[in-house]
């Protein structure tokens, strides 16, 4: 993706060579090595994108693979897919409601993603949403997207949020005013369970994938540190009419090889029917 010029403000890459490596090209190679190993989902029907997916966001040697599933899938829109509305959970600022940022564009050591001025526009006046640049400025849930969203997609403006405390019913509400056509593809970000041993974790993620199946919006934190943006995706996923796929169900001990305190992670797509 190319770098986008003179912009004024623009959020810098927060956790480059933490959660992913910090140099331009052994980024790319780590993304391609995962997208490579992610394999072709036979499942997967239609010939393009899905219109949403869910996807964790730990480090990429954790679930790097797992988001590879859904980011594979996305590829199938280089071209088509012009804009991301990105979600995830607030895990540095305490915030009640909604977060857009002030910046206009997110660095990564891929280049900068513009954020998609028209689409800001048009959310004016929804209820708890708010320009700031502070719930961002950390915050790694979107940040460790763009880089994957970088290398499957040509041209593309984002939709940065950032959900604190916020009702389901308004992040469904702000992503029915975003749901636009065949040029939008919507980008929620949330591990699931936390800290749990490996069985229990198990045992609670599968839960969790069944409830996200059945489009059920009554996750708790406990379920997924972002269950707010999850529940109200579920809430419009079901208004619209998706239908939703389970790509990856995994854990940080498949990892590392300590089953004693595990972090989940799935990848989710929800197609048109």
Excluded at 111 to 127: K, T, W, Y
Excluded at 215 to 236: F, H, K, S, T
């Amino acid at each position: 993706m190319a770098e986008v010029p003179c912009v004024r403000d623009v959020r810098p890459a927060a956790v480059a060579g933490l959660f992913y490596p910090g140099e331009a090209s052994a980024l790319r190679s780590r993304i391609s090595e995962l997208l490579a190993s992610s394999g072709t989902d036979p499942s997967w029907d239609p010939g393009g994108p899905p219109k949403l997916v869910i996807v964790p966001h730990a480090g990429y040697e954790y679930s790097g693979a797992s988001a590879a599933r859904a980011y594979s899938l996305l590829s199938r829109g280089r071209r088509k897919l012009t804009r991301i509305v990105l979600l995830g959970p607030a895990h540095r600022t305490p915030l009640r409601g909604l977060a857009l940022p002030e910046a206009e564009a997110f660095e990564t050591p891929l280049g900068r993603a513009p954020l998609d001025q028209a689409a800001v526009a048009s959310l004016r006046g929804l209820a708890r949403l708010e320009r700031s640049d502070l719930p961002h400025a950390l915050e790694h849930s979107l940040e460790v997207q763009v880089p994957f969203l970088q290398s499957v997609l040509d041209r593309f403006t984002l939709v940065p949020i950032v959900a604190g405390d916020a009702r389901p019913r308004d992040i469904a509400q702000l992503l029915d005013r975003l749901w636009g056509g065949s040029e939008t593809c919507l980008v929620v970000s949330s591990d699931l369970s936390h800290y749990l041993a490996h069985a229990r974790a198990q045992l609670v993620d599968r839960v969790t994938a069944q409830q996200i199946l059945a489009l059920d919006p009554r996750l708790d934190p406990y379920q997924a540190c972002g269950a707010v943006p999850i529940n109200g995706a579920l809430m419009a996923a079901r208004q619209h009419g998706l239908v939703p796929r389970l790509l990856d169900l995994r854990d940080s001990g498949q990892v590392t090889g300590d089953l004693r305190r595990v972090v989940g992670y799935g990848a989710f797509a929800f197609e048109a029917r």
